[in-house]
């Protein structure tokens, strides 16, 4: 079982970029399929990104794409989200997931991820 760790996370102003890492312990890597989900104050957990194991295939948050990339680097063991065009609403803590082997390439709700990060806090001013 992997156990992700987030980093990356910091103060952006509107319009600008952040990079998260997540850093996953382990030599199964390849095997896992990554998510990245992310909670507002006050609000739900919600969904942003996730990359299949097999083949990298990747799939977004309707709020997110065309904004946001997520990537994996296997050798690394490290799964990335590039955000760009943050916005206010972008504000939260997110959070790294991890399945190992699922039978489904898109993993989009939280009870399907069985390793969580502890997240790291992502504050976009306006």
């Known amino acids: 079982q992997v156990q992700p760790v987030e980093s990356g996370g910091g103060l952006v102003q509107a319009g600008g970029s952040l990079r998260l890492s997540c850093a996953a312990s382990?030599?199964?890597?390849?095997?896992?399929?990554m998510g990245w989900f992310r909670q507002a104050p006050g609000k739900e957990r919600e969904f942003v990104a996730t990359?299949?194991?097999?083949?990298?295939?990747?799939y977004y948050a309707d709020p997110v794409k065309g904004r946001f990339t997520i990537s994996r680097d296997n050798v690394k063991n490290t799964v990335y989200l590039q955000m760009n065009s943050l916005k206010p609403e972008d504000t939260a803590v997110y959070y790294c997931?991890?399945?190992?082997?699922?039978?489904?390439?898109?993993?989009?709700?939280?009870?399907?991820?069985?390793?969580w990060g502890q997240g790291t806090q992502v504050t976009v001013s306006s």
């Open positions: 997931a991890a399945r190992r082997l699922p039978r489904s390439d898109f993993l989009t709700t939280s009870s399907e991820y069985d390793g």
């Open positions: 382990g030599r199964t890597f390849s095997t896992y399929t």
């Open positions: 990359i299949s194991w097999r083949g990298g295939n990747t």
